[in-house]
């Protein structure tokens, strides 16, 4: 059984369930002291990184053009062959190095020539005569591919962040929208998660699953940090990729939430997520009507992703955090058997969010949901991952 204190109250345990006692204060404490407050979204910006290979086919594409390279254009030699190619030995490149002008010999042929050029020393490109960085600064494929992913994309990446980190870093305080806003960091006390998945809909009122909530087992409890909910615990085989977050009305799920989000827009935590997208179901209840593709979606409520292509997106490690399901307007029907997996293709929000979880839109993107126990049932159990 879990030692936290809001189990102990009877939060029956899904997927997972915020067990909310925070080290150094209590859920009553707070409450007593009037901190109990809703955090809004805003609006945020958010960008993306790409997968190396196509930053590369755009990186050899935007080099100069050599006359080798204009010499081989002419001689019909076709562009992906001319990449495959050593300009010194013309075979397939083996062990390809790259020169800081871009060009990409075998190791061997490169090293060699250098060796062999008259002044020692010199670390010109045989293609093109600039001078390069020196042989052991020659960059393998993907060295190469992360400093070229990162041209342009870097900085939208970097403003995602900042937007997100802007957002999340400060919260209310008081009892009202009036309230003060201060560092999250300052007064954010460590919560935790516990690993459970409940056979029963939970259908009660939430005061009586309290009282039957001692008679469920957790999977695990060792208590998990928020920011760790993605982390296969070393007895767990499959990789997770949906979590559902159950928590009761106060415990920290808003605040989990934003301190997972912060600690990976300050690059502290979770840094194989390319992009988080953060939305609150209060926000997607105003567009419940209307039809979206996934793509305009993220446009709508993360405008700087107006630069990232749907090529972009599908190859890139997102993780939608979808918060307060409880506060859904949405009616997530899945037995609806319409399948999108093109993230053009214009759709209800709900078929949208439906197919994002059931992984047939983007289906390496990691989703978290966060829900009150008497809404988490909207999910059905074979969706969310138990590790
Ligand atoms: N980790 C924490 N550290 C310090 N205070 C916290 C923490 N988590 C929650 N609180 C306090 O509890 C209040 C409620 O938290 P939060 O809004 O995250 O709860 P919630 O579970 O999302 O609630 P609801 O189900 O009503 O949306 C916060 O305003 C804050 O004052």
Not at 177 to 193: A, C, D, K, Q
């Amino acid at each position: 059984m879990d030692q936290c204190e809001d189990r102990e109250e009877g939060v029956p345990p899904s997927k997972s369930t915020l067990c909310g006692e925070h080290e150094s204060q209590t859920k009553a404490q707070r409450k007593k002291r009037g901190t109990k407050r809703k955090h809004e979204p805003e609006p945020s910006c958010v960008s993306l990184k790409s997968d190396w290979s196509e930053e590369h086919f755009i990186y050899f594409k935007s080099q100069p053009v050599s006359a080798a390279e204009r010499a081989r254009k002419r001689s019909g030699v076709s562009e992906e062959e001319q990449l495959s190619c050593c300009a010194l030995c013309q075979d397939v490149l083996k062990d390809p190095v790259s020169t800081s002008c871009g060009h990409w010999f075998c190791r061997q042929c490169i090293c060699s020539y250098w060796d062999q050029s008259a002044s020692s020393g010199d670390s010109s490109c045989p293609q093109c005569g600039e001078r390069s960085r020196s042989r052991a600064g020659l960059q393998t494929a993907s060295q190469s591919s992360c400093v070229q992913t990162d041209v342009g994309l870097q900085e939208v990446l970097d403003e995602h962040k900042i937007s997100l980190r802007r957002r999340c870093e400060r919260v209310n305080e008081g009892s009202d929208e009036t309230g003060s806003r201060t560092l999250l960091n300052r007064i954010y006390t460590e919560l935790y998660i516990t690993e459970g998945q409940s056979e029963e809909v939970h259908i009660q009122h939430e005061v009586r699953q309290l009282e039957t909530a001692s008679k469920m087992d957790a999977l695990h409890d060792t208590p998990i940090r928020c920011q760790d909910i993605f982390k296969a615990l070393p007895d767990q085989q499959r990789p997770i990729r949906v979590v559902l977050t159950n928590g009761v009305a106060g415990v920290g799920k808003t605040f989990s939430v934003q301190k997972f989000t912060l600690d990976w827009a300050e690059g502290l935590e979770n840094q194989h997520v390319s992009v988080v997208v953060l939305l609150s179901f209060r926000e997607l209840n105003l567009i419940r009507d209307e039809q979206y593709s996934l793509l305009e979606l993220l446009h709508v409520f993360h405008p700087t992703l107006q630069k990232v292509t749907a090529e972009k997106l599908a190859v890139s490690q997102l993780l939608f955090i979808f918060d307060g399901l409880d506060e859904s307007r949405l009616s997530l029907d899945f037995t609806n058997r319409k399948l999108l997996s093109d993230v053009t293709q214009k759709s209800s929000v709900s078929q949208l969010l439906t197919n994002l979880i059931q992984g047939n839109l983007l289906p390496s993107a990691l989703v978290w949901i966060t829900s009150r126990p008497a809404a988490a049932n909207q999910i059905p159990p074979t969706c969310v991952d138990t590790g």
